[in-house]
């Protein structure tokens, strides 16, 4: 009876580490190299809870022969530990149970029944105890990881062929809407600003069609065709994601587009991208794939797409400093507590005035971007004028918002990069009126530049903020170290191990006229 | 894949086959390449039905036969459902699911009950892009008081008016009498105030007539409305397209009538073309007026579209009173029918370019809402600090 019990209770906590397992490598994007990656960082296969359960899994087959009630109890009381354990944990990004999830998951609970039920059928030949059914389900429970790397891949050809038909089903309904005029956006940031300001500028003469939230890889736009475009959408615009080289052209050879932007070319995901011209060579795949009646729009503040040349179709370049040579560019700029208000010049010199709530260089520059393709589509200038003034800040994007305690919080949580962290601290600089706090876990997916490039924003922190509170260990020694290197006095710097501990700190001292900058968010998989 | 456009038509009203020649005129118009067409019939009880015979005007001879070729449905009245339910699911065998979903809807319904508000109000709870007038401008627009009221304030000219209620006629009569009599002077033209078509209309020379006409008109409404009736005048139709930012007014018509004011069978019996709607009675298109006045008839049908902010199109009705040269607007129909194509098509705009008018300012007005905030994402409930007050409701007054 005890020995029925323990099996119970050791396939709940499987089932709960199966999911907990499955909700890593959904995060990794399911990819095995990024989910192994994970797996040799994190440091969860020496977790205590496996070396535990490994203990106790040793224990009860060497104590087995005496007295089962011993192994059982044991099996038990840590199965039930466990279950509790990852019962209770809460996780920032919680697994969704997607069909392709489900796929996955059974596939792991089938390939653990495998062995499960072979030890079953020879403990009844054998006339032997179940608790070694209750044993193999401990030691599936110790290598959980491997069950997922081995369903995975499993099911890839299953997962390809099924994504296959979904893709040339979003090439049939493409098909059918030749005067559909399809827009990419794709740059190491401010792509997903961008295409929120152009999807509300052209929304003024046309039915746009956006790919949501974060849709920016091939199944994400597949998705966005087949569940979401109408046959009444005149403008779709094509938000590009890549994480290797080729993953933009695989959307671009999908959707063919007509209008490419280039938003910027930075430091951004370098630990699969390597180098900088790879990431140049990525963001121009949108470029090249565009036809010769087509148009790019390019950003030529940023060195390495000022330098690249673009033959294949007409290119206009805008800036927002004063560096990049081009054809368009945005001046005077100027803040204020209400917005932002610049001045954008054209090639033959026509000067048009705007206005908007938004704050932040970057914020006019991917403006600029949207503006020069409205003004390509036709749309009235004033009816681009009136839309930029009416765009709302988009949330964790630069977001500025006063809380009715008269504190100011920034709200830059997003994928957070070297420049525009380095954006984000020029704005808290010029809050005055207050003290300027910064609450951070650094920049992730640096690659081989992570120390350094985290030492640097270091630097920026020591030279825009009063109070710095570090979350994580992650980059801790890296910004500590490129704070130390400034000499600053004023600094007061805190390191705290979760976001939660920050909001404990702040809620004791915070008072009205501070401003609070959140600069980047970690998911689970980096904590 | 085409844009499905639902055309919503019948309804519980006193214009009911008049709402299923224009509608059926509207289904043919529409350009067949680009869209497909959902044919929505309202029987005048009120049940939805849908089907391809619903298409062909000589099946509405004998109703209970046309929707046994028909597919009873329904809406739910859940916010982004476009589809169309079906009323009976078919059993072990039969059909299940929707019969289809739709992109846009384009209500062709005329009168009480449909084009004063309250079906609006079912598509608005849907969030279905529609054209025509909102829930504010039906009703504004179907009721004579406050559509009078409103262009009134905005300075555009209507003809002098009393309005009282039947309870009111009932406990002040003589009061109201001599308000009329002193106010306005006869002749006077007694009009229940939320109808439409002509019905129970009447003229009144004189004390007794005036008591007898409101009597009548009473029976169809409680909300009553006596205007100075005009001697001399001429009725000049105008049509308005767009919505209240950029519209346009098409050119004038002027209706032909039989006795002194357009009555029903004016309307739509005129001569012996049988069902062939507005398009059937006796008009002059262009209106043959002076270059100034059409101008001016023109810009006024403008501005009460714009005032009342409507949608779509819509037909704005003028007096002319033929002694002084005044214009005045004298009533709105923003579901006009047979949708005014034919000033239209007088105008220069085909009727197949009318409907895809319409269906892309149905869009344009669904993406225009969703700029707009609607309703806030935290739930004050579970905020620190709560709801002031808390469950026990405000504090209550000391005693």
């Given at each position: 009876m005890l020995v029925y019990i323990t099996i119970i209770i050791a396939v709940i906590a499987l089932v709960f580490e199966f999911r907990r397992q499955l909700m890593m490598l959904q995060q990794n994007s399911y990819r095995n190299d990024r989910y192994s990656r994970w797996l040799s960082t994190s440091q969860d296969s020496t977790s205590a809870m496996r070396l535990v359960s490994g203990a106790v899994l040793l224990a009860s087959l060497s104590t087995l022969t005496p007295a089962i009630w011993i192994s059982a109890g044991l099996i038990c009381a840590v199965s039930l530990t466990n279950t509790i354990i990852l019962a209770r944990k809460k996780y920032k990004k919680p697994l969704v149970m997607t069909r392709r999830a489900s796929r996955i998951l059974l596939t792991m609970l089938l390939l653990a029944a495998i062995p499960t039920v072979i030890c079953l059928f020879v403990c009844q030949a054998q006339e032997a105890s179940l608790i070694f059914v209750a044993d193999i389900i401990l030691a599936v429970f110790c290598f959980s990881q491997s069950f997922a790397l081995a369903a995975n891949w499993l099911l890839k050809p299953v997962e390809a062929n099924i994504n296959r038909k979904y893709y040339q089903d979003a090439e049939r309904i493409l098909r059918g809407m030749p005067d559909l005029k399809i827009i990419g956006v794709t740059g190491s940031y401010g792509k997903t600003s961008t295409k929120h300001y152009l999807n509300r500028i052209l929304s003024e003469k046309y039915d746009v069609m956006m790919t949501p939230g974060?849709?920016?890889?091939t199944m994400g736009v597949i998705r966005t065709v087949r569940e979401y475009l109408k046959p009444y959408n005149e403008v779709f615009i094509v938000e590009m994601g890549a994480k290797q080289p080729g993953d933009i052209k695989e959307i671009c050879d999908l959707v063919h587009p007509e209008i490419g932007i280039v938003t910027a070319v930075g430091e951004q995901h370098l630990e699969s991208f390597k180098s900088i011209e790879n990431v140049q060579r990525t963001k121009f795949e949108l470029i090249d794939s565009l036809p010769t009646d087509g148009l790019a729009v390019v950003n030529n503040d940023f060195p390495f797409v000022a330098n690249r040349k673009v033959d294949n179709v007409k290119c206009i370049r805008y800036a927002v400093s004063e560096c990049g040579p081009a054809q368009y560019i945005a001046e005077d700029i100027r803040y204020s507590a209400h917005g932002t208000s610049f001045t954008v010049v054209t090639p033959t010199g026509e000067k048009f005035g705007f206005s908007t709530h938004l704050v932040g260089e970057c914020n006019v520059s991917n403006l600029l971007a949207a503006i020069i393709v409205a003004l390509r589509l036709e749309v009235p200038i004033e009816k681009i004028s009136y839309a930029v003034n009416d765009i709302q800040q988009v949330e964790h994007r630069l977001n500025m918002k006063r809380t009715p305690g008269g504190v100011t919080i920034i709200d830059d949580a997003f994928n957070s990069n070297p420049t525009g962290s380095k954006m984000a601290l020029d704005v808290l600089k010029m809050m005055t009126g207050g003290r300027r706090i910064i609450v951070t876990p650094g920049m992730i997916e640096l690659g081989e530049r992570q120390e350094e490039l985290n030492a640097k924003f270091g630097e920026y922190i020591a030279g825009a903020a009063d109070i710095a509170i570090i979350v994580g260990h992650y980059n801790r020694e890296a910004i500590i170290s490129g704070i130390k290197s400034t000499d600053t006095t004023s600094l007061d710097v805190h390191t705290v191990n979760s976001f939660s501990e920050a909001q404990q700190l702040l809620a004791t001292t915070l008072k009205p006229g501070d401003t609070i900058l959140y600069e980047n968010d970690l998911p689970d998989t980096f904590k | 894949m085409k844009t499905n456009i639902g055309v919503f038509f019948g309804g519980r009203s006193t214009e009911h086959e008049i709402s299923v020649i224009s509608a059926s005129q509207a289904m043919h118009a529409i350009n067949r390449d680009k869209y497909d067409v959902t044919p929505i019939y309202i029987t005048k009880q009120g049940r939805f039905y849908t089907g391809d015979a619903l298409f062909e005007i000589s099946n509405y001879r004998n109703i209970p036969s046309l929707l046994e070729k028909c597919t009873e449905v329904y809406l739910k009245p859940i916010y982004g459902d476009y589809n169309l339910y079906?009323?009976?699911?078919?059993?072990?065998f039969g059909a299940k699911g929707p019969v289809c979903t739709l992109d846009v809807a384009i209500p062709v319904l005329h009168g009480t009950n449909v084009e004063d508000g309250i079906f609006e109000g079912v598509l608005e709870t849907i969030g279905i892009p529609y054209a025509g007038c909102d829930t504010l401008a039906s009703a504004n627009g179907m009721d004579k008081i406050t559509m009078k009221m409103i262009l009134r304030e905005s300075g555009v000219p209507v003809i002098d008016y009393v309005w009282f209620t039947d309870k009111q006629w009932f406990s002040r009569r003589d009061e109201l009498i001599a308000k009329i009599e002193e106010k306005i002077g006869y002749p006077v033209i007694v009009k229940p105030a939320n109808l439409g078509s002509s019905v129970g209309i009447g003229r009144a020379g004189n004390r007794e007539q005036l008591i007898e006409k409101v009597d009548i008109a009473q029976k169809y409404s409680s909300r009553l409305i006596v205007e100075h009736m005009v001697d001399n005048l001429k009725e000049i139709n105008c049509s308005v397209l767009g919505d209240c930012d950029e519209y346009e007014s098409s050119v004038l018509e002027e209706p032909i009538k039989s006795a002194e004011i357009l009555s029903y069978e004016d309307k739509y019996m005129g001569g012996t073309k049988g069902a062939k709607g507005m398009q059937a009675s006796q008009k002059r298109i262009p209106a043959e007026l002076p270059a100034e006045m059409t101008d001016r008839i023109r810009h006024l049908a403008g501005e009460t579209f714009r005032v009342l902010s409507c949608h779509g199109v819509s037909r704005i009705d003028f007096i002319v009173d033929d002694d002084t040269n005044e214009i005045f607007v004298n009533e709105i129909n923003t579901i006009p029918g047979s949708l005014s194509f034919y000033l239209w098509e007088a105008t220069g705009l085909s009727f197949d370019k009318l409907m895809d008018r319409l269906v892309q300012l149905a869009l344009k007005r669904k993406r225009e809402q969703g700029l707009k905030t609607v309703s806030y994402d935290q739930n004050i409930f579970s905020m620190s600090g709560g709801v002031k007050g808390s469950v026990k409701g405000a504090k209550s007054p000391k005693h």
């Open positions: 974060s849709f920016n890889t | 079906r009323a009976k699911t078919g059993g072990l």
